[in-house]
Antibody, heavy 119, light 108 residues
Framework: EVQLVESGGGRVQPGGSLRLSCAAS????????MHWVRQTPGKGLVWVAA????????MYADSVKGRFTISRDNAKNTLYLQMNSLRVEDTAVYYC????????????WGQGTLVTVSS | EVVLTQSPGTLSLSPGDGATLSCRAS???????LAWYQQKPGQAPRLLIY???NRATGIPDRFSGSASGTDFTLTISRLEPEDFAVYYC?????????FGQGTKLEIK
């Protein structure tokens, strides 16, 4: 059974940093691309970042480029999101998501971890 | 960036009815890269349709998808009580992904 379990969310002040982790199991983690997607009540679902299967390439939404870094450790079956210079508007539930290869869709989602940026 | 506009915002129907949800793209989107998701309160989204018309694993055949130019449609025939939820379309373009704002399917 495919499982994606996020951790690392919490409350942080504006300008602060947080590192999210996603532990994957039930599939060959080194094969698919992986993503982070976030969701806020007001703005719905927003794609944040993607990383290729071997970690050699990454993509970011313009809103987080230069502040967030996606990475993966295929030996540990773990996906990461390092979030720096956090803003109030980064407040959201962050989902770890598996890519459905060749289709640009997301076939498995974690349960999400809440990040709250507030003073 | 491709903007996806979903309509209607809210759809009120009864179990047993058929539902038609629309998603319009602001520019050309490959039909290969259009997906639909269902989200229930307190849960993560679930993939329903990928490649505009392919059902994901375990999705019942009352869910179907189609494409015509920049217009994409999710059709649900014979609504079941568990189908009342929020539905999102999503596309993959050049180094970017985007979602529609969602359609809430509620019980009339």
């Amino acid at each position: 059974e495919v499982q994606l379990v996020e951790s690392g969310g919490g409350r942080v002040q504006p300008g602060g940093s947080l590192r999210l982790s996603c532990a994957a199991s039930g599939f060959t983690f080194s094969s698919p691309w992986m993503h982070w997607v976030r969701q806020t009540p007001g703005k719905g679902l927003v794609w944040v970042a993607a990383i290729w299967s071997d970690g050699s390439s990454t993509m970011y939404a313009d809103s987080v480029k230069g502040r967030f870094t996606i990475s993966r450790d295929n030996a540990k079956n773990t996906l990461y999101l390092q979030m720096n210079s956090l803003r109030v508007e980064d407040t959201a539930v962050y989902y770890c998501v598996r890519d459905l290869t060749h289709w640009g869709a997301f076939d498995y989602w974690g349960q999400g971890t809440l990040v709250t940026v507030s003073s | 960036e491709v903007v996806l506009t979903q309509s209607p915002g809210t759809l009120s129907l009864s179990p047993g009815d058929g539902a038609t949800l629309s998603c319009r793209a602001s520019q050309r989107v490959s039909s290969v890269n259009l997906a639909w998701y269902q989200q229930k309160p307190g849960q993560a989204p679930r993939l329903l349709i990928y490649g505009s018309s392919n059902r994901a694993t375990g999705i019942p055949d009352r869910f179907s998808g189609s494409a015509s130019g920049t217009d994409f449609t999710l059709t649900i025939s014979r609504l079941e009580p568990e189908d009342f939820a929020v539905y999102y379309c999503q596309q993959y373009g050049i180094s970017s992904y985007s979602f529609g704002q969602g359609t809430k399917l509620e019980i009339k």
